[in-house]
């Protein structure tokens, strides 16, 4: 396909910040990581669960909890600057650590883009995040005591998108999303989506994933989605399931137009965005070859892109057998979705 003009407009990265295993927590470390293919994984810290009490080596047995690690972030997760948040020590301490760390995260990113908080204060400005682990109100709700006074609005999902429009007094819309795996990933689209319709001026768009509970884990387990061994082996014929994780990431995202005319530092153009679903599959799980074949190729089409031209793809990687297979992209005779394409 020959190079043409984009059907949709281009928006732009301006700013980001993000906090992920093994301290990488800079654009330095994180790239530091990513080239010496530097393995984030290792052993519970005892601070996340009481991992003799629940380890079953048997993976095959229904409700075993067969992981022996994952990959997980530093520092002490209860450690929160409450007041520098206009947060009360009482409301603080009930509020799902992943609400607390995304407050801060997002604070950084707006400061990566050079932006002083009082300038976004009152704006049109929308927040989305993907989560689809509860694992801090699983934990936390077993305990029929628990609920303190701020039960209702600490651990709830919804908070997680609402918490950050309400500290920064940002007016645009405000969700959570979760579509499992993409949950983030849908986020994103849907605040390119709302920046093209010029229905908001600026969108922060966030992402974040704590392990505290093995309840998750072992209904993962149930359905053979989790690595025995709590790794992923993507693209690789030892694929056995994929290795859970923690993180948080955080993109500030404006129209290219806008971010040009305001001088911003653009740390990457999106040309284009989009979602679809696999259909009626052999399992509801089990995700769609040219399904991902049909989205890619429309996707180039609206952004005027060459395929040609593609230097680097970044795919979801989960290592299972049935998802790594419609991922692989080594050779362009592959009958998966990317080798058909590029």
Known sequence: MAESSPKIESLAIIGLSFKFPQGMETAESLWEGLATSRSAWSSFPESRLNFDGVYDPDS???NSFPLKGAHFVEGDLSAFDAPFFTIGPNEAAEIDPQSRILLEVTYRALENAGIPVKRVANSNTSVY????????????TKDPQFGGQYSASSVSANMLANRIS???DLRGESINMDTACSSTLVAFHTACQRLRNNESEMAIVAGSNLFFSPDMAMSLNNQNFLSPDGRCWSFDEKANGYGRGEGFGVLIVKRLSDALENNDTIRAVIRATGTNQDGRTPGIVQPSRSSQEQLIRDLYEKAGLDMSQTRYVEAHGTGTPVGGKSK??????NTNAMGQIL
């Open 60 to 62: 095959s047995r229904l």
């Open 129 to 140: 995040t993907g989560s689809f682990g509860d694992d801090y109100k699983s934990f936390s």
């Open 166 to 168: 309400w500290y920064f």
């Open 328 to 333: 692989r992209c080594y050779e362009t005779n």
